[in-house]
């Protein structure tokens, strides 16, 4: 079993991930992500897990073709079973040696099918299939399979690009459709708004009363959106805040069990480990719980699963609050009220967290406050630090750090115009009154949760260690709970020759 919480293969990354729920379990396909010169092909490996937190390495599952096949790449798809039991894994094929009718790469629908509950697969390259006349033959790829009992059929959604029109508005979801899972039929697209230079990893689902369209953009912005329906041909809706996350995590789809519906993407690592670093393409998995909304719109946040294994409570002593202000259980403390009419207020923890952790600090919000929130990993004095902004008055929650990246030697040579990690915005509700934010620390990997509704998932590379600060600026909030989980210490395991070994307790 590998270590909980965020799994990450040794020596590579979590690329898309596939899932399929299936008697409880959750078989958690992803693209094995190995970075090395020559590139190798990218094969699916499979991890399973029962309760979201210890993760089953099982290696690879699909491996990917020999260098001259169609599929040197086996790129993202999806899991069906048909009536028989026989799972079918429908996955893109790609070669950069075989070029399509544009020049580019050529993007092909292969088909594979496995009668041994997901043992082994049998490929089936007689069943492949490109993009018809009409759409670009680079761009035919992650086949979404879903059966519309309706219809009576079975339908593959399929992220594509229009052959004309805009370079970057050519994105549409294709749409096929086939009686018996082997020959296909491209029928009118499913989705065509003309917007994005792309829609990856499209899934669609139903939940209670409501369809909804989920897919991954890269235009103006890279991230994972959806779309919200009465019904599967639509019309779809934009909901108000459309995105599961920010920039960081990326390629997120989803399986359901016993009612409750779980996203897992990945948190993408930077070049370079470092905060200045160029986003990358794979990291590490990292799991979110849908909860549906009265009106049908989706929140965001952590699994109860996640937070629990931060079960060791931990008291923190802030500087700048008196002792006896700050006693009583360990879950909560006394209020700490933090004011600054036309300025700026923190306290800062009297010791560093530990590399991983799970802080809550509930702020009761004064109206007309500009700001407020929590840094992270901060230098005694609060002066070096991240920073989880809530900003009521622009309705958003930021992800800042302290310093900025320096641009020359002078004093004014500091990135002190930007506002916050631009790709690191989230719209909410900040209202007057209290506001929870939830935060998970673990190595360099950060997600956080406002009012178990909004996350924002980030890395922490250039700062490894610190303190724990609460801050407000022009205005007031009242600190009405802080509280932070730890993990326990690992517990030794003893190997074959009696030597005690520590099983890890957290990952990279």
Known sequence: MTEPVFFRPTDAWVGDVIPWQEDGVFHLFYLHEVRRTPKPGTPWNLITTTDLVRFDDRGVALAAGEADDSDFNAYTGSIVRDAGGVHHLFYTGQNPRHLGDDGLPLQLVMHATSVDGMATWQRHPEHTFGAPIGYETADWR????????????????????????????????????????????????????????????????????????????????????????????????????????????????????DGRRFFFGWIASRDGARDDGPWLWAGTLSVLEARQNPDGTLAFGLPNELTRTFGDEHVLEFDGVDRDEWSGEASAGAPIALHAHDGYRAVISREDLPSAFHAAATFDIAPGTTECGILLRASADGDESYVLRLEPKRGRMVFDRWPRRRTGDGQWEVSGDVPHVIELERPCHLPPGEHTVEVVVDGDLCVAVLDGRVSLSTRLYDRPAGRLGLFVGEGSAVVTGCRVGTRPDPEPEVDESGTAAFVAAATT
């Open 142 to 257: 992650d086949p979404f399979v879903f059966r519309d009992e309706e219809a009576g059929l079975w339908r593959m959604l399929i992220a594509a690009r229009h052959v004309g029109g805009p370079e970057r508005r050519r994105g549409v979801i294709a749409q096929c459709v086939s009686r018996d899972l082997v020959a296909w039929q491209a029928v009118e697209p499913f989705w065509d708004p003309r917007r994005y230079i792309t829609h990856e990893c499209p899934e669609v689902f139903q939940w209670g009363d409501w369809w909804y369209l989920v897919y991954s953009e890269f235009s103006e912005s890279f991230t994972t959106r959806y779309r919200m329906a009465r019904s599967l041909h639509g019309p779809w809706q934009v909901p108000e805040h459309d995105s599961l996350d920010g920039r960081a995590y990326y390629a997120a789809k989803s399986a359901e069990r």
